[in-house]
């Protein structure tokens, strides 16, 4: 089975810091996600990559930057953490479309305070 | 753009009972439309994938089909129990290799 792992379950910071959400998936993926989840507002994506050193901005890049140094890692970067960036983060990893569709990871409840 | 659309937003049965969650999208042009389920403060767990070609898969007591032509799927769950509670997503793969959610069905399954 495909997996995909984040390093956090539940990260706390605070306001001004460089945050790190890590990612990273088993399965020789090319192409991975990520997204933020908010009540009322769903699924969100803020970037993605097709392959390595590749990004490309989703919905909602403002705040966020991405690193894809390695096939397998994909980062989540806060520049200057932001109480309005809390939420639940979710990174997904998927082949080319489409045989054996998106695999999530466990998600990662950031709190900034 | 792709518009995915759940019904209901939110169901509460008894357990045992047979249910049909809905989902409808705007776009027929579709790699595939996968299911998942997600509990609370969880990430997402792929339930079933439906290949644009497909009509049907099924997994245990779970039965997903797919109507392209009319952009409808539904998720049919046999004798519910209540770890069945979660929140179920239908999410179309189109354009580009990217993901179109719907907003979910908060499903309780009553003991």
């Known amino acids: 089975d495909v997996k995909v792992t984040q390093s956090s379950r539940y990260l706390v910071k605070r306001t001004g810091e460089k945050v790190f959400l890590e990612c990273v998936q088993d399965?020789?993926?090319?192409?991975m996600f990520w997204y933020r989840q908010d009540p009322g507002l769903g699924l969100r994506l803020i970037y993605f990559?097709?392959?390595?050193?590749?990004?490309e901005k989703g919905d909602i890049p403002e705040g966020y930057s991405v690193s894809r140094e390695k096939k397998e890692r994909f980062s989540l970067i806060l520049e200057s953490a932001s109480t309005n960036q809390t939420s639940m983060y979710l990174c997904?990893?998927?082949?080319?479309?489409?045989?054996?569709?998106?695999?999530f990871g466990s998600g990662t409840r950031l709190t900034v305070v | 753009k792709q518009e995915v659309t759940q019904i209901p937003a939110a169901l509460s049965v008894p357990e045992g009972e047979n249910l049909v969650l809905n989902c409808s999208f705007t776009d027929s042009a579709i790699y595939n439309l996968q299911w998942f389920r997600q509990d609370p403060g969880k990430g997402l767990t792929s339930l079933l994938l439906?290949?644009?070609?497909?009509r049907e898969q099924t997994s245990g007591r779970l039965n997903a089909s797919l109507d392209k032509s009319s952009g409808r799927s539904t998720l049919y769950i046999a004798a519910s129990q209540p770890g069945d509670s979660a929140t179920y997503l239908c999410?179309?793969?189109?354009?580009?290799?990217?993901?179109?959610f719907g907003g979910g069905t908060r499903l309780m399954v009553k003991p």
């Open positions: 990559s097709y392959d390595v050193k590749m990004k």
């Open positions: 997904a990893s998927s082949s080319p479309p489409g045989a054996y569709g998106y695999t």
């Open positions: 399965m020789d993926h090319e192409n």
């Open positions: 439906i290949q644009s070609s497909q």
């Open positions: 999410a179309v793969n189109s354009a580009g290799n990217m993901l179109t």
